[in-house]
């Protein structure tokens, strides 16, 4: 099975910290994604990659950042948290594979406090 | 055009009962149509997906009615279960990038026995 790991499940920061997220996939998957969640809303794609060092802007892209430097890992950057940054944040892959690209796998997410 | 609308935002039934979740979405270059199932502290899953070729698409208990003129599709659950609460999100996506995938905001079930 396919595994995406986040590396907190719980994270409480101060405004103005630079927060970094984590995320690992061990299925050798193209494509990662960085989600938010907030009730109500839904998810909303902040950042995704299709390759290494590869980055491509989501729906709600500002005040965040990200790296892939490996294919197996995708880091959300919070510069300066916010505290409307404060929500469940939720790491995603997918592979390139004809007929495997459009399911989703997603980690367990990252419930994000800022103060 | 982008958006997903998603009803009711929660929904409680009982056992053996029949929860059916609507969405409908406005932009017809959609044609990939996935439900998400998201139990507490876990994240969301690929449960079911329909394409617009189909007007039903049913595995186990759970189906997918589709109405392409309407651009509406839902979920039906028969035979409810306790352990189907959870929470649903219908999506959709394109062709052209069936990963990036627009959520509906998402419906919480609740089951009670």
């Known amino acids: 099975d396919v595994k995406v790991t986040q590396s907190s499940r719980y994270l409480v920061k101060r405004t103005g910290e630079k927060v970094f997220l984590e995320c690992v996939q061990d299925m050798d998957h193209e494509n990662m994604f960085w989600y938010r969640q907030d009730p109500g809303l839904g998810l909303r794609l902040i950042y995704f990659s299709y390759d290494v060092k590869m980055k491509e802007k989501g729906d709600i892209p500002e005040g965040y950042s990200v790296s892939r430097e490996k294919k197996e890992r995708f880091s959300l950057i919070l510069e300066s948290a916010s505290t409307n940054q404060t929500s469940m944040y939720l790491c995603?892959?997918?592979?390139?594979?004809?007929?495997?690209?459009?399911?989703?796998?997603f980690g367990s997410g990252t419930q994000l406090s800022v103060l | 055009q982008q958006q997903v609308k998603q009803s009711p935002q929660s929904l409680i039934v009982q056992k053996g009962g029949i929860p059916i979740i609507n969405c409908a979405y406005e932009n017809t270059a959609f044609d990939y149509f996935p439900w998400y199932q998201q139990f507490p502290g876990k994240g969301p899953a690929l449960l079911i997906a329909?394409?617009?070729?189909?007007s039903e698409k049913k595995e186990g208990r759970f189906t997918i009615s589709f109405n392409k003129s309407a651009k509406q599709f839902s979920l039906h659950i028969m035979d409810s279960q306790p352990g189907d609460s959870a929470t649903y999100f219908c999506a959709a996506s394109m062709k052209t990038s069936y990963d990036k995938v627009i959520f509906g905001p998402g419906t919480s079930l609740s089951v009670i026995p």
């Open positions: 995603a892959s997918s592979s390139n594979q004809v007929g495997s690209n459009e399911k989703l796998f």
């Open positions: 329909i394409r617009p070729d189909v």
